[in-house]
């Protein structure tokens, strides 16, 4: 498959900030009732947690789905939530084991600085010791972490839309996304940084606004999260269209145009 390199990363944010202007009702909607659905998934021990994992993949092709449905002039609806899932969805679960693999490796790895205390936090939702905050073990496994998912997210950025629409198996998919995110590192290096600051910026400035007011502060972060998750979908979306030849795939003649 032919690649276009990406120049202007950031703009990336822009134009999936433009997709969730075109019906911010309905993309607030299907989002929140995925987070609740995931949340709910959740609750279940164990095989909740691994089970959201495995059809994350599909999820984020319904995301994408909705995306080429603005994009061509459609309507959101409901429906779209689980267009997804019927899309190769042998091979989107595949991605999705790969990438549960790939998150209790970078967890094992993180391990090595702190003796599981990170894991701990992430899994059981346990405190770290005082001792493990005072002398930097937990933000050396932050960091190892970080470095970790590093080669995870560039593999999975693109490979479950080139799974679902280009028809790749698992493993290809896999290979032309990482490879795909490489050869354009500097438009993903751009586009990271103000997605970080942008995040970073808001934090702060609500910390500093809310101060010593946890509940207000959780809500309105919660808030945000909800509205910045469209513009990140989008933003995946118009990072694919940017760097791969925006024409049909055979996939993807067949996804829903949702309009009139």
Do not use: H
Not at 42 to 51: D, K, S, T, V
Not at 142 to 156: G, I, Q
Not at 217 to 225: A, D, E, H, K, Y
Not at 246 to 260: F, H, M
């Amino acid at each position: 498959m032919r690649t276009v390199p990406a120049k202007n990363g950031w703009l990336w944010l822009l134009k999936g900030f433009a997709l969730f202007r075109k019906n911010p009702a309905m993309w607030l909607f299907l989002v929140f009732t995925f987070w609740i659905a995931s949340a709910l998934l959740g609750q279940i021990r164990y095989l909740g947690p691994a089970a959201s994992i495995l059809l994350l993949p599909a999820f984020l092709v319904s995301f994408m789905v909705m995306c080429a449905v603005l994009d061509r002039g459609g309507v959101l609806q409901p429906a779209l939530l689980v267009a997804g899932l019927r899309q190769r969805l042998a091979t989107l679960v595949a991605l999705g084991a790969a990438y549960l693999v790939a998150i209790v490796a970078a967890l094992a790895v993180s391990s090595l600085a702190d003796s599981g205390a990170l894991v701990r936090l992430m899994l059981s939702g346990e405190a770290p010791s005082t001792e493990a905050l005072i002398d930097g073990s937990i933000a050396n496994a932050l960091l190892l972490w970080t470095l970790a998912n590093a080669p995870v997210l560039m593999a999975f950025w693109f490979a479950p839309v080139l799974a679902a629409w280009d028809r790749m198996g698992a493993a290809q998919s896999l290979f032309y996304s990482f490879f795909s995110v490489w050869r354009n590192w500097r438009a993903f290096l751009v586009y990271g940084a103000v997605l970080a600051l942008v995040i970073g910026g808001f934090l702060l400035l609500a910390a500093i606004v809310f101060l010593g007011q946890l509940r207000t502060l959780s809500f309105i972060t919660l808030l945000f999260v909800l509205f910045m998750l469209p513009t990140v979908f989008g933003s995946c979306y118009a990072s694919y269209r940017d760097i791969f030849p925006d024409k049909p795939g055979p996939g993807e003649a067949s996804l829903p145009t949702a309009g009139p």
